[in-house]
């Protein structure tokens, strides 16, 4: 089991389960995703409501000396009288005043299938809408562990540096002392010198790189980049994983599988739309009017009434369009079959990308352990002088880089966990077990 504890100053111990529900619930490009998915399933419901009837309310009031107009104004007022029927009358009514309030309805009673075809297609962008937040989930998941591990690797640096330093320092005072003794020359020093600086040096670095990482950390968390926390790599277990069944789960999770899916849906009743091209609509109203010369004096009447429209063309669109819908059917159920097929592949890889690293965790700690008995050795052999300071500098080196190698390991065990996730489809990070 590794667990990496954080550097003295970071205040605030944060879990990468934690880190990835904080991104969830507060990452702004995917609170923007969200929003998508919101307006697509409004946009569903616009469509969807051409299926039922709609209702047209009108008030509208005008004033003409045009002939025409003015002869309907008073007809549809029932106010036309004989005198009307004057020549001169006729060509010349004068300024006439028309108040009219409408109320209607009507009903597309058959647009052979094409509602329905808009509907299925507003419904299936919807649910690829949705589909794709899912990715942004999962893809936002690998992100979050990613940084997480590069903060932990800084944690861990700059422990190991500063760990390195003190020693250095102890290095320096004992050849400082010995060459007072005349035990170890000036180049003795001066290399233990060297060696304090650089290791103060690394030490100021890596804990620059945690500023740095812990800034992306809380950017993807939607928190002030400035927040200061500290974080802890999850234990390491030998479970392996069993392919066949990782790679069903991922054909039922995986949302680019549920994307391509709904892309066939919707190709599909493109198709069912362009045939529906050949056959006529019929609509149907009925409505009632109140027309009058004035506002308060009106007179009534209604009207129903159904159309039939239908109309071909002569050069053979409707044909065309059923057969571009048709490859576009062909080219989603291909597309669809080269996603099942990659997202096979993806478990695949990231199953064994997660084994190889397991196996280099482990000896990456061994690494560790034999380096550090190593420097224990070598540093008793250089007081009792029987090492020199060269000996002493390559095995604190050997057990920095030990160090550093150790904690690169675990982090990418970490990480090629979590592409494993983001291959099966899964949002969360589920622990490893």
């Known amino acids: 089991m590794l667990w990496l504890a954080g550097p003295a100053f970071a205040q605030t111990p944060l879990s990468l389960t934690q880190a990835i529900d904080d991104a969830l619930a507060r990452n702004p490009s995917l609170a923007a995703a969200r929003a998508s998915t919101r307006q697509a399933q409004a946009e569903t419901r616009i469509v969807r409501a051409e299926w039922m009837p709609r209702i047209n309310f009108s008030e509208a009031w005008q004033r003409s000396t045009q002939p025409v107009s003015g002869f309907g104004t008073l007809l549809n007022a029932r106010q036309f009288s004989a005198a009307d029927f004057a020549v001169d009358r006729l060509n010349h009514p004068g300024a006439v005043d028309g108040f009219s309030r409408r109320l209607g309805i009507s009903q597309i009673v058959f647009d052979a299938g094409h509602t329905r075809a808009a509907v299925t297609m507003s419904s299936r962008r919807a649910n690829i809408a949705d589909a794709r937040v899912s990715a942004a989930m999962a893809d936002l998941a690998l992100r979050v562990t990613q940084a997480y591990g590069r903060q932990a690797a800084a944690q861990s640096a700059a422990e190991a540096a500063g760990a390195a330093f003190a020693w250095a320092q102890e290095d320096l005072a004992r050849a400082e002392s010995r060459r007072n003794a005349g035990t170890a020359t000036d180049a003795d020093v ?151 097929s990659a997202i096979e592949l993806d478990v695949v890889t990231a199953r064994q990308q997660w084994l190889v690293a397991q196996a280099r965790t482990n000896v990456g700690r061994l690494s560790v352990d034999e380096a550090r008995e190593s420097q224990r050795i070598t540093r008793q052999r250089y007081a009792a002088g ?34 494993l996730q983001r291959a099966l489809g899964r949002a969360a990070f589920t622990p490893i077990q």
């Open 190 to 340: 001066l290399a233990m010198s060297v060696h304090a600086a650089d290791m103060r040096q690394r030490q100021l670095q890596a804990e620059s790189d945690i500023i740095t990482a812990r800034a992306a950390l809380n950017q993807l968390m939607g928190a002030p980049t400035d927040r200061v926390l500290t974080v802890v790599l999850p234990p390491m277990t030998s479970a392996v994983p069993e392919l066949n069944g990782l790679v069903a789960e991922a054909h039922k999770a995986r949302p680019e599988l549920r994307e391509a899916d709904q892309a066939v849906a919707m190709a599909e009743a493109g198709l069912r739309d362009a045939r529906g091209g050949w056959l006529p609509t019929v609509a149907a109203g009925a409505g009632y009017e109140w027309n009058g010369l004035s506002y308060a004096t009106r007179d009534s009447a209604w009207t129903v009434g159904a159309e039939l429209r239908w109309s071909l063309s002569t050069g053979g669109a409707e044909a065309a369009r059923v057969s571009a819908a048709k490859a576009a059917v062909d080219a989603a159920r291909a597309a669809r079959e080269a996603v099942r």
């Open 386 to 419: 029987l090492a020199t300071v060269r000996d002493v500098l390559a095995a604190a080196s050997a057990e920095l880089a030990a160090e550093a190698q150790r904690t690169a390991n675990d982090v990418d065990a970490v990480t090629a966990w979590a592409a």
